[in-house]
């Protein structure tokens, strides 16, 4: 199964996905490409596949991208290996609402989930809080949070992240019934 995972920057969702891959067995990241410089503590080919402009431009050229999109200036992408049914369980994919869109369209399975703030002053918060956008990139990441909280209705499930332990709950229970 893949379940498709979208929220705004700065609802924590990293932090969500990773604990949730911790608790759930058979369960995995899609890692997807990204032309963005990798943050201090990422690393290739586990948080994200770090590709120079030119390499992401050929692959999606010979189509190995299943979506892609400009998120924040950078292409992200999530290959068709990717996305690919192995043999290490069902996956969890994080993308955007364009790729959410992209990704129902092509594996109408998929089951996709919406993590939302509590509070939208929060997202300004946490995003300063952790000291890694510039202040015009920040107000950048908030401009599209606030188009992708109002498009949270077209998602399967929404939750609020409000306190990380349920929110962790939460996922794991959903994954658990739709497996079942
Ligand atoms: P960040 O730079 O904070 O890691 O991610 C920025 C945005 O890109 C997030 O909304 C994230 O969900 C989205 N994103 C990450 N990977 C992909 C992908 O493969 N495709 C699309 N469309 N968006 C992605």
């Known amino acids: ?6 929220g705004p920057s700065g609802v924590g969702k990293s932090t969500v996905l990773r ?23 990422e690393v290739d080919g586990r948080d994200y596949h770090f590709v120079p402009d030119a390499e992401f431009a050929r692959l999606a050229g010979e189509g190995a991208f299943v979506e892609w999109a400009f998120v924040h200036g950078h292409r992200y992408g ?14 969890l994919i994080e993308v955007d609402i364009q790729g959410a869109a ?16 509590p509070r939208f002053a929060e997202l300004a918060t946490r ?5 890694r956008e510039a202040r015009d990139q920040i ?40 497996r079942s």
């Open 1 to 6: 199964m893949l379940f498709v995972i979208s």
């Open 139 to 178: 107000e950048k990441r908030l401009r599209t949070a606030r188009a992708e909280i109002s498009r949270a209705a077209s998602y399967d499930h929404r939750i609020v992240n409000d306190d990380l332990v349920r929110t962790v709950r939460e996922l794991a229970s959903l994954i658990t019934s739709a």
């Open 102 to 117: 992209a990704l129902r369209k092509e594996i109408p399975d998929a089951v996709s989930i919406f993590i939302e703030p």
């Open 78 to 91: 999530t290959s068709r290996a990717a996305v690919r049914p192995g043999s290490s369980g069902d996956l």
């Open 19 to 41: 604990r949730l891959i911790d608790e759930v067995p058979n369960l995995s990241f899609a890692v997807s490409h990204t032309t963005r410089p990798p943050r201090a503590g």
């Open 127 to 131: 995003i300063a809080g952790r000291g």
